[in-house]
């Protein structure tokens, strides 16, 4: 069956993309095989395409954190209920790891389908049938956009920072699919967002959303600007992606009391930060990664209820993914790229 893989390691990643020919993998106990519908790209396709340390997979790699598709096939203990029906996938499973009697349980541990195993970016994928939802007639494009970064970003805004109706919320970075992911939900939440971005075209963008404000990010400390747009006061929260290159104009946007969220770091882990700030105002600094099902569950429900709807800035043919895997890695798009397996 076809593929979009990677072959080899480094940066940049899009030169490296080949449509390639691959088996067809057979659903083992407890999984279900997907003839794919649309895939998605997420900025983690390319962090494994430059070949994230720790994982250890031979190249060629087949990434893909987002999939819909129909199952063709049950793997052994799955009802066949399943065969025919429209599936979108959690790629976040949820996998067993040894308890020690000394040591306190270790919480969530993850395996990403698209890091650690092959994903959606072929004609076929599998999928633990407990990390995928029946989507009925759903349209598998926009369904293929919303997977990952809504679920990343629900757990950034209501399990973690709590955001509350009427509290400022700050996106940096607009534009990627997690931060029009969050633009979505802070307004389906109730809250007041400013967002930032280089590009004065994607904020134009998220005003269109639903933005209340923006603000150009020029290369200096925005911060004041932000302060400046909410009363003088600062935002309630910051959920960011961005990381160093904007961490010190995030925690200065901070209001008393601010929540800031992480969920990655795609401009560099290492930030100076202000500890100082941090414990004289009272931040909160959280960590967030993925989500479980039952959020997953709760956003894909507001989504098949037409309440949350991804941004989607180009679908692409799956001859054309490398295409897609640039527009990507120069950081062009505004919103998700979709890759359509049915054209």
Request: with cysteine; glycine share 12%.
């Amino acid at each position: 069956m076809k593929a979009i893989a990677v072959t080899q390691g480094g940066e940049p990643v899009a030169p490296n993309v080949r449509i390639i020919e691959i088996d067809q993998p057979t659903p083992a106990a407890g999984e279900v095989l997907v003839r794919t519908e649309a895939s998605a790209l997420n900025h983690l396709d390319l962090w494994v395409g430059m070949g994230i340390p720790g994982v250890e997979r031979p190249w060629p790699r087949v990434t893909g954190s987002d999939g819909v598709g129909i199952v063709e096939e049950v793997g052994p203990g799955v009802d066949d209920q399943w065969l025919g029906r429209r599936v979108i996938m959690n790629a976040a499973v949820e996998v067993d790891h040894e308890n020690h009697p000394d040591r306190a349980p270790a919480g969530e541990h993850l395996s990403m389908i698209g890091e650690h195993v092959p994903g959606a970016m072929a004609e076929m994928f599998v999928a633990p049938v407990s990390n995928v939802l029946d989507l009925g007639d759903g349209d598998p494009i926009p369904a293929a956009a919303f997977g990952l970064a809504h679920l990343t970003a629900w757990r950034m805004i209501r399990t973690r920072a709590r955001l509350r109706a009427g509290e400022w919320i700050l996106i940096p970075g607009i534009g990627g699919g997690v931060a029009t992911a969050a633009l979505g939900i802070a307004k389906h939440l109730g809250g007041r967002v400013v967002a930032t971005s280089r590009h004065q075209s994607k904020l134009d963008r998220a005003t269109e959303l639903g933005a209340d404000a923006v603000v150009l990010d020029e290369g200096e400390d925005w911060s004041r600007e932000v302060r400046r747009v909410t009363g003088k006061r600062g935002v309630d929260v910051c959920v960011d992606s961005v990381g160093k290159a904007v961490h010190t104009a995030c925690l200065k946007s901070l209001a008393r009391s601010g929540r800031f969220v992480t969920c990655g770091c795609t401009s560099g882990a290492d930030p100076h930060t202000d500890l100082a700030r941090i414990f004289w105002n009272q931040l909160s600094i959280l960590g967030s990664t993925m989500g479980d099902m039952a959020e997953f569950r709760e956003v894909v429900h507001l989504f098949m209820a037409g309440r949350l709807s991804p941004v989607i800035d180009a679908v692409f043919p799956w001859r054309e993914g490398a295409q897609a895997w640039e527009r990507l890695e120069t950081g062009a798009q505004c919103g998700k790229l979709v890759i359509d397996w049915t054209s």
